[in-house]
Structure formats: C-alpha cells, structure tokens
C-alpha cells in the first residue's frame, strides 16, 4: 500500500481513515470516513456525525464552517483539514447518514499532532500552482533518431533543478528554484507514451527554517505574480516540506477561485511564451516580492478582476480604483492619472485603429472612462458614458493595460512581452470586429 505521504501530488487519490474535531483521536469521538482529492478539490465523506460533545457521541455538528478536523490514515499518516464546511448528506449506506464536507486544504505528516504543531517550521518546500506545470517548461525527455535504422530512440534524463532567483519578504531571506520532474511511461514498442509535466518550483530559506503560514504567505504571493504574468487564474495547488524536525508534511489546497467559464478564458487567454520571458523572470519575480505599497494595491485590484466572476461595472471600477491608489502621491485627477499609464502601453494594446473603429480617439476614450466611472460609482450623468458592448470593449482594454503595466512596473521588457502585444493585436482585429468575443 502506498504512503500517504508518498502520494504524487498531480494525481487523484482517496484513503480512508478515522476522524474527529478533537485533536485526540480515541473510540469515543470518531467516525470513519474517506477523503477524496482530486487536482485542487478536497472533499471528506464521513459515514455518520462529526461530533464535539463531550459527552454523548450522537450529538449532532452543525455547522457550516468549522476551522480543524483531526484524521488518522489508513496508512498511518496524521491529517489536519482546515476550513471544513458541510455540503450535504446522503443515506449512501444503509441505515447509516454519510455526510460530506467541503475542505480548503489538508496537511499530512507522519509525525504526532504535538510535534507537528509545536514545530510547523519547514527547512526547504516545494510547491505547484494550478496549470503552472503546463505553461513551465520540462526537458525530462528527449526524442532522437538512429541514425542507420530512423528509428525513434526516447531518452529521459534525471529531474533537473535551476536556481531561479533570490528575494526578501516578510523578514526572511529566500531563494526559488525552478524543479523540473515529472513521469512518463512508455511500453517497449513505444505506441503509447504517457507524459506528466510535474514542473514545480522549490523555495528555501537562507538562514532559519520558514514557518508553515510565513510559507503560505510565499506560494499565495507568488501565485498572484503568475496570475498577472499569465493573465489567468492561478492558485495554490499543494506544498511539501520537510520539517524542522525531521518529520515530512504536505499540504494540499482546494482551489481558492470560482472556475470561469471555458468561454470568457478562451477569448481572453493572452499568455506569453516561457523562452519569451525566461530571462527577465528571475528579475521580475524579485522585484514582485519588492513591490512598493502603491503597486501591491494595483495588482490587486487587477488580480480580482481576473480571478471573481464580475459585472462589467465592477470590474471598471475596480482598475479605475487601483489606478488612483498607484498614482495618490500625484497631484492629478483621474484622466491624468489615464493618460500617464496609457503612455506605457503599446500600440497592440491601446491601438489606434482598434479605438477609432470601436470606440472613439484616444482623447475621448480616456474622457468616456472618467465619465463612466463617475456615472457608475456616483450616478452622475455626463455626456459619452460608455454602455452595452462599448463599456465590455473599453474595460477590457483598461484590463489588458493595466496588466501590461504591471508587468514592466517590474521588469518585463516590451521585447520579452512582444508575444502578448502580438496576441492582444490579434483578437482585437478579428473577434471584437466580427462581434465573437463574448464576456
């Protein structure tokens, strides 16, 4: 049987296992039941009640949200659920409630609880983040010809990992790795070879061991600069460590961000290519764990548009409000704050012709976006409010704009990002023109 702690990360697996919202698992207070991950979705099925009286062990939980449940694998592994919440109940047994829970992520270790909490200090961990591994690259295989027979010759070289970079956050002092790994299985005959990009990126500490929540603060930190880099939904997807204490931990993270719909990803996917920027990501990647305070507000302000479900209206008025907090030292109104970023935008982005045919020059669409935004967040009405389509197409350029700001704000040449103007260049020439992009 496979240890838990073993298990590979990218896969699904389920384990059954004994729980309990006490942290002293004995007869008297837990259930069995059986967990289920899948890529980022935890879930916990319980046959029967949790239960935290301390008395009588038929007493009904309820609850919604509950911080820690306590599990004991059938492998011999400890397990902490945080952030449980009850999605519902079934008679899946007979005579017997099963009883399902949502979780937010899960540690494993197989260590005791007490050691585990007394020391959550890690001297190395790795993570992944969702669909990274996809977008990083993985030279773990190779294909070659004979050169007599032309025959194809697979050859798999040993996981490889590159120093990426050093930075400073939060009082510690870091350096990231990029860890290249992965799978592929393949029979003799070579008809069929399955690959696993298991790309991931390894942080570790120059001095003291990290503590679990300082290292959660990193992956979340480095999850927003790959959302923006990217310009998609990226989220913690698991981290594994070693502890302090010689002990192994895992934490597997459901995915923090509602799951957009196919459409609106598809039509807005602008995603630079890894050899486009590989060189200049190892600068930029510091400089996002060096940001100052006005900048931090403005990638989060684009970072919520892109990772929440939204009305159009919401999604201006929250660039327009980032935009005002990057720029609050300035002495100028909201339409001189506009005009200043849109100078650093490229001409793919903010392009003439794409504005004239669709909206309006450049001056006006500046001047119909302070106006909207006034309309919408104090209902006073000026003249060329943007509406219906004209407000989709001007808040999506704002977006893409502030996204490309963001990205020379730290570091990213306009060569290295020539791929993004290119692609953004594209779809306004073809899907906006012919009425194709849908929000």
Request: aromatic share 10%.
């Amino acid at each position: 049987m496979t240890k838990l702690i073993n298990e590979n990360m990218f896969d699904r697996f389920e384990f059954q296992g004994i729980w309990s919202v006490k942290k002293e698992i004995n007869p008297e207070n837990w259930i069995p039941g059986k967990l289920h991950y899948d890529s980022g979705n935890i879930l916990l099925e319980v046959f029967g009640t949790l239960n935290v009286s301390e008395t009588s062990a038929i007493d009904v939980l309820n609850f919604e949200d509950y911080e820690s449940v306590f599990g004991f694998a059938q492998t011999g592994e400890n397990i902490v659920l945080s952030t449980v919440s009850m999605i519902g109940n079934t008679n899946s047994i007979p005579g017997l409630i099963s009883e399902r829970y949502q979780v937010s992520d899960m540690l494993i270790t197989n260590g005791n609880f007490n050691k585990v909490t007394q020391r959550q200090y890690l001297s190395f961990f790795r993570f992944s983040l969702t669909d990274l591994n996809v977008w990083l690259p993985n030279n773990m295989l190779t294909i070659k010809k004979e050169p007599k027979s032309g025959k194809q010759i697979f050859e798999v070289k040993k996981p490889e990992r590159k120093l990426l970079t050093s930075f400073a956050f939060d009082g510690g002092n870091f350096s990231v790795s990029l860890d290249e790994s992965g799978t592929i299985n393949y029979p003799r005959e070579l008809l069929k070879v399955n690959i696993k990009n298991e790309t991931g990126l390894i942080i570790e500490p120059n001095s003291n061991a990290v503590s679990m929540l300082q290292s959660t603060k990193i992956v979340n930190e480095t999850a927003k600069f790959f959302t923006v880099l990217l310009g998609e939904t990226i989220s913690a997807k698991y981290l594994q460590g070693n502890l302090s204490n010689g002990l192994k931990a895992n934490v597997l993270f459901n995915q923090t961000y509602p799951i957009r719909s196919v459409e609106r990803e598809s039509d807005l996917r602008i995603t630079p290519r890894y050899n486009d920027v590989e060189d200049e990501l190892p600068n930029s990647l510091t400089k996002w764990f060096d940001m100052s305070s006005e900048l931090k507000l403005l990638a989060d302000d684009y970072i919520l548009t892109v990772t929440q479900e939204s009305i159009i209206e919401n999604t201006l008025i929250n660039l327009t409000e980032g935009i005002e907090s990057f720029f609050r030292n300035r002495d100028a109104c909201l339409r001189d704050k506009l005009t200043f970023l849109f100078k650093r935008v490229p001409n793919e982005i903010l392009n003439r012709d794409v504005l004239q045919k669709s909206i309006d020059s450049e001056d006006d669409f500046i001047k119909s976006l302070v106006n909207t935004r006034v309309y919408l967040t104090h209902g006073k009405v000026r003249p060329g409010i943007y509406k219906d389509e004209k407000l989709i197409i001007a808040t999506r350029i704002l977006q893409l704009s502030v996204r490309y700001f963001l990205l020379s704000e730290i570091g990213f040449s306009k060569r290295s990002l020539q791929s993004v103007g290119a692609d953004i260049a594209e779809i306004f020439h073809t899907r906006f023109f012919n009425n194709e992009l849908h929000f």
